[in-house]
């Protein structure tokens, strides 16, 4: 079966796709919540942004795994990177591939066919990857910058406050919230049935998507959601903004402009981060799934899962004289031993 050109063409039944979905003679639809396969159109209405896409895409995965994989390894290499802001660091490079990873690879692969399709069970792991991964780096950007201002507003604390056993807690708690976020979110979309051939009109499965392509009553889902992503989105957006208000007050009062200088390029790194992340993130999940227009999530998603993982690892490194230099001495010591 193959999806071309226009969305009307794609959603045209045949007889037997009526029959698969479920659709009577009558024109009914019965409801089928596991459908073995289904359709991402993406950009199938403007066929000629998929070849540019597949090659951006090309270029930023792998770019974000080298990126994040460099990063993590400094981290751990280098002993001037053992302090807790680069342990949360260290955690966020190895979100970010996972992250892309989870959307990436199925992405190419309809990009690059004429048959755009994704099996249920694909779909299903999608969703609850994709969720538990942004989740978790909605949170752990929160904990960062909770880290920053430890470190700057309470800097004879901060060593005492973050200690090995805290940093280990604070993490896996992100975790954990992110795993509990997402599973019972997801299995809920899961429980709706999909209506019609069971199109998504997205480049992926995520949870505003699958609601809004759902049969039946749904405001409970679209309230829960809502509800759900002001502790996952607006919580944390609000305590990163507090932190850094703290933050700004306390640099105004150094009097060394060397020291407001380092105070600013630490922190102003991790805002640039919040910014491209949490931006895309409240416009997608913080309104109501019907109300949100065509194409928006399709290039929100590939903003917040694409592009902002493949830029975190170079903000962080290009504006940090730490990881450059950890960095820079790296890649000295593979070429000395060569």
């Given at each position: 079966m193959r999806y071309h050109l226009t969305p009307a063409e794609c959603l045209k039944p045949t007889t037997q796709e009526r029959a698969d979905a479920g659709e009577g003679d009558d024109g009914g639809t019965v409801n089928n919540s596991h459908p073995k396969e289904l359709v991402p159109l993406g950009f199938a209405d403007r066929p000629w942004l998929e070849l540019p896409l597949l090659a951006i895409l090309l270029i930023t995965y792998p770019m974000a795994r080298a990126g994040n994989t460099a990063v993590i390894l400094v981290s751990r290499l280098d002993a001037r990177l053992h302090s807790p802001m680069y342990v949360f660091l260290t955690n966020l490079s190895f979100l970010d591939p996972c992250y892309t990873t989870s959307i990436v690879p199925q992405m190419l692969f309809n990009l690059?066919?004429?048959?755009?399709?994704?099996?249920?069970?694909?779909?299903?792991?999608?969703?609850?990857?994709?969720?538990?991964?942004?989740?978790?780096?909605?949170?752990?950007?929160?904990?960062?910058?909770?880290?920053?201002?430890?470190?700057?507003?309470k800097p004879l604390h901060y060593t005492l406050i973050m200690n090995p056993r805290i940093r280990i807690l604070l993490a896996s708690?992100?975790?954990?919230?992110?795993?509990?976020?997402?599973?019972?979110?997801?299995?809920?979309?899961?429980?709706?049935?999909?209506?019609?051939?069971h199109t998504l009109d997205h480049l992926l499965c995520e949870i505003p998507v699958l609601i809004k392509a759902a049969c039946g009553e749904k405001a409970a889902n679209e309230l829960t959601l809502s509800v759900v992503c002001i502790f996952?989105?607006?919580?944390?957006?609000?305590?990163?903004?507090?932190?850094?208000?703290?933050?700004?007050?306390?640099?105004?009062k150094i009097k060394s402009s060397e020291g407001r200088k380092k105070a600013f390029g630490t922190c102003s790194s991790h805002l640039i981060v919040v910014f491209f992340f949490?931006?895309?993130?409240?416009?997608?999940?913080?309104?109501?799934?019907?109300?949100?227009?065509?194409?928006?999530?399709?290039f929100m998603?590939?903003?917040?899962?694409?592009?902002?993982?493949?830029?975190?690892?170079?903000?962080y490194t290009l504006r940090n004289k730490d990881v450059k230099g950890a960095l820079g001495n790296?890649?000295?010591g593979i070429f000395a031993s060569k």
């Open positions: 690059g066919s004429t048959k755009k399709t994704i099996s249920y069970v694909g779909c299903a792991a999608q969703l609850y990857f994709f969720h538990i991964t942004g989740g978790t780096e909605c949170l752990l950007l929160a904990i960062m910058s909770f880290d920053r201002y430890l470190a700057i507003c708690t992100v975790w954990l919230t992110g795993i509990m976020y997402a599973v019972p979110e997801a299995t809920a979309t899961l429980q709706l049935p999909l209506c019609g051939l996952m989105l607006a919580v944390p957006l609000g305590s990163i903004l507090a932190s850094y208000a703290c933050i700004g007050h306390a640099v105004f949490y931006g895309p993130a409240i416009s997608m999940y913080l309104q109501p799934p019907s109300s949100i227009s065509r194409d928006q999530p399709k998603a590939l903003f917040y899962g694409v592009v902002t993982p493949a830029l975190n690892p170079f903000i790296l890649v000295r």
